[in-house]
Each structure stands twice: as structure tokens, then as C-alpha cells.
């Protein structure tokens, strides 16, 4: 069984910056996409960004240029660099890897961006 154990989150103000981190149990990390998603109340669950194996990503329109994603096969970690950070980035972050046919996810770690 996988388990993702997400960490990084927390209370910033407008402007700030925040670091996400996920690690992986698998040694399968190296061979799976990696995903950050996030759900604010209410509303459903988004991606936000995706690194795949070969270290290619890709980003919703609305993070373009204040996030970055990457990921260490070494450590079987995923990081999500989180830079001018607004009051609409507020949710629940979700770490995510996804195999090919089969995906797990984290249990979530809280970013509040206060005005």
C-alpha cells in the first residue's frame, strides 16, 4: 500500500510564499506522475500542478508563473513551491501519484492566504 504524507502547509499572508512537500512510501515514486491538487470549500477538487516521470510538468492557467512543481526520485519526494501566494489559493492541498492505472492520494495539508 502507498502512503503520501503531505507537509509545508499553513497561514501566510498575501504575497508570501509557501513550500509543500509530499513523501512517498513506493519505490515506485520514480515511475509515476506526480500530482498537487486542491479543494476549496465547496467547490471541487482541482489539479494544480503534475510532474511526470521523465520530469515534464504542467500547471492550471491560474498558478502559471507563481508555482513550481519538482520532484526528487531520490528521496521519493514531491515539492510545490508556492510564490505570491493570493487569498483565492486558500484549500486544502492534496499530494497525488497516479501509476497508469491506479492512483493514491495524501490526506491533504491546509494553506490559508489572508488578505
Known amino acids: 500500500q502507498v502512503q503520501l504524507v503531505e507537509s509545508g502547509g499553513g497561514l501566510v499572508r498575501a504575497g508570501g510564499s509557501l513550500r509543500l512537500s509530499c513523501a512517498a512510501s513506493?519505490?515506485?515514486?520514480?515511475?509515476?506522475?506526480m500530482g498537487w491538487y486542491r479543494q476549496a470549500p465547496g467547490k471541487q477538487r482541482d489539479l494544480v500542478a503534475a510532474?511526470?516521470?521523465?520530469?515534464?510538468?504542467n500547471y492550471a492557467d491560474s498558478v502559471k508563473g507563481r508555482f513550481t512543481i519538482s520532484r526528487d526520485n531520490a528521496k521519493n519526494t514531491v515539492y510545490l513551491e508556492m510564490n505570491n501566494l493570493k487569498p483565492e489559493d486558500t484549500a486544502v492541498y492534496y499530494c497525488?501519484?497516479?501509476?497508469?492505472?491506479?492512483?493514491?492520494w495524501g490526506q491533504g495539508t491546509q494553506v490559508t492566504v489572508s488578505s
Open positions: 497525488n501519484l497516479y501509476t497508469g492505472f491506479r492512483q493514491y
Open positions: 513506493a519505490s515506485i515514486f520514480s515511475i509515476s506522475t
Open positions: 510532474i511526470f516521470r521523465g520530469g515534464s510538468s
